[in-house]
C-alpha cells in the first residue's frame, strides 16, 4: 500500500527526468523561438496572480 503510494509521487517525476522528454523539449524550443516569450509571459502572468491577486480575494 505504501509502495503504490509513493509509486504516485515518483512516476511523474522520472517522466520529467527522462532523457528523451528533456530532448524533445529543447528541440521544440529551438524550432520555436516565440514559444519562450510565451510561455515566460504566461509564468509572469501566474507568478502576479498568485502575488497580488489571489492574496486580496
Do not use: G
Not at 4 to 25: D, G, H
Amino acid at each position: 500500500m505504501l509502495k503504490k503510494i509513493l509509486l504516485l509521487f515518483v512516476q511523474p517525476l522520472k517522466f520529467f527526468a527522462s532523457r528523451n522528454f528533456a530532448e524533445k523539449t529543447a528541440i521544440y524550443f529551438s524550432k520555436h523561438r516565440y514559444m519562450i516569450y510565451v510561455l515566460s509571459f504566461a509564468i509572469t502572468l501566474f507568478m502576479i496572480f498568485l502575488a497580488y491577486i489571489l492574496p486580496n480575494l
